[in-house]
């Protein structure tokens, strides 16, 4: 019997598992930034600050900026679901507001869906419009008053 010899690839083998902790390393320091970063992204408690925060709330740059929203929704209650799009567009919010929360759009037309108007208090272009009875749905759209 011969002499039991060493596999030739051993090296080659310590190479490969040590790329492979190089790559799960890289992975995990990643996924832990993307993890982190919604964190530090999320919204604060601060209801003003919410509104403010989303990129939909804050009127364009290039235009100037108008003083009064075309919509601006105020939360009454505990809970209160709303939908706000751009006709044909982007969704600006669907969610439910917390109570105290409010969220003011600038966009030129807006469509606008309450699943209990009795539970917000919405002013559009600037006038307070009424509440809906409670429990009811109401969808309604909405355009810029000429003079704002």
């Known amino acids: 019997m011969g002499r039991h010899r060493s596999d030739p690839l051993g090296i080659a083998r310590l190479a490969l598992v040590g790329l492979a902790v190089v790559l799960l390393l890289a992975v995990i320091v990643i996924g832990g ?22 990129p939909a709330a804050r009127p364009s740059a290039a235009a100037s900026p108008p003083s009064v929203p075309t919509v601006r929704v ?21 969610r439910d507001l917390a109570r105290g929360e ?22 559009t272009n600037g006038a307070a419009r009424s509440p809906g009875p409670p429990g009811e749905r109401q969808a309604f759209s909405v355009r810029r008053s000429p003079g704002q």
Do not use: I, N
Not at 38 to 53: E, I, R
Not at 74 to 94: E, K, S, T, Y
């Open 102 to 123: 409010q969220a003011s759009y600038f966009d030129p037309e807006l469509d606008v869906v309450l699943d209990d108007a009795s539970t917000v208090e919405v002013f």
């Open 33 to 54: 930034r993307a993890l982190f970063s919604t964190f530090g992204s999320g919204q604060s408690g601060d209801p003003a600050a919410v509104a403010s925060s989303s």
């Open 74 to 94: 105020v939360c009454q209650a505990d809970r209160c679901p709303v939908f706000v799009r751009v006709p044909g567009g982007d969704v600006l919010v669907d």
